[in-house]
């Protein structure tokens, strides 16, 4: 299984980035598909999350607003879409995927049993 994370680069404050994970190797259309960051020096966060095939997604109360996470079933694929860039945003993205995550635990990395490799974000002042 492997799931390959694309779409970052360096882009100014107030710009906009779109992530693509896409995944090969099982289908995750029933699982809960989620985006983690990592800045320089600070632990892993969590930035959002599709909840298995609800449709239903939860965002990081810093990313809510500005941060849009979507899903492509048919194409093992999920996306974060990221507008209003700030230098804050700035870190290393990776994508991850959880097949029986529970509810409470949504925003605990340690839950997701499926990992892409990371993409750099940099947020220029």
């Known amino acids: 299984v492997q799931l390959q994370a694309s779409g970052g680069g360096l882009v100014q404050a107030g710009g906009s980035l779109s992530l693509h994970c896409a995944a090969s190797g099982r289908t995750f259309s029933g699982s809960t598909l989620a985006w983690f960051r990592q800045a320089p020096g600070k632990e892993r966060e969590f930035v959002a999350a599709?909840?298995?095939?609800?449709?239903?997604?939860y965002y990081a109360d810093s990313v809510k607003g500005r941060f849009t996470i979507t899903r492509d079933n048919a194409k093992n694929t999920w996306y974060l879409q990221m507008n209003d860039l700030r230098p804050e945003d700035t870190a290393v993205y990776s994508c991850a995927a959880c097949p029986t995550c529970i509810f409470s635990s949504l925003q605990n990395s340690r839950q997701y049993n499926y990992w892409g490799q990371g993409t750099l974000v940099t947020v220029s002042s």
């Open positions: 599709s909840w298995r095939s609800s449709g239903n997604t």
